[in-house]
C-alpha cells in the first residue's frame, strides 16, 4: 500500500505564502488521484485540490481558486500545495490523502482511502 508523510505547515501572517509536501512511498503506482484536504476541529473535513498522478488536471474548493496551486512530482514522488494571500479562514489541520481512481472535481472524501497523518496551518 502507499504511504504518505506531509510537511510544511506553519504559523503565518494573513497575506503569506506557504508551501505543503507531501512524500508518498510504497505502492505508488497504485495512485490515480492525490488530493490535500482540511479540517478545523469540530467541522467537517472539506476538500482542497486534487491532481491525477499522471497528467496533471487539477480541481479547487471555490474559495481558494486564484490563491493555491497544487502540483506533482512524479520523479520525487511528492505532492505539494502552493498556497498564497493566506487568510485566517484557511487556518487548518491540511491532509493529503490517495484514490486509486481519476480525481473527480467533486473533492469527496470518499473516494480518498488513503491519509497522511496532517501538518497543521496556522494564520
Known amino acids: 500500500h502507499v504511504q504518505l508523510v506531509e510537511s510544511g505547515g506553519e504559523s503565518v501572517q494573513a497575506g503569506g505564502s506557504l508551501r505543503l509536501s507531501c512524500v508518498a512511498s510504497?505502492?505508488?503506482?497504485?495512485?490515480?488521484?492525490m488530493g490535500w484536504f482540511r479540517q478545523v476541529p469540530g467541522l467537517e473535513r472539506e476538500g482542497v485540490a486534487a491532481i491525477n498522478w499522471i497528467g496533471g488536471n487539477p480541481y479547487y474548493r471555490d474559495s481558494v481558486k486564484g490563491r493555491f496551486t497544487v502540483s506533482v512530482d512524479n520523479a520525487k514522488s511528492t505532492l505539494y500545495l502552493q498556497m498564497n494571500s493566506l487568510e485566517p479562514e484557511d487556518t487548518a489541520m491540511y491532509y493529503c490523502?490517495?484514490?486509486?481512481?481519476?480525481?473527480?472535481?467533486?473533492?469527496?472524501?470518499?473516494?480518498?482511502?488513503?491519509w497522511g497523518q496532517g501538518t497543521q496551518v496556522t494564520v
Open positions: 490523502a490517495v484514490g486509486r481512481s481519476w480525481c473527480r472535481p467533486s473533492l469527496s472524501q470518499a473516494d480518498f482511502p488513503i
Open positions: 510504497g505502492a505508488t503506482q497504485d495512485i490515480g488521484c
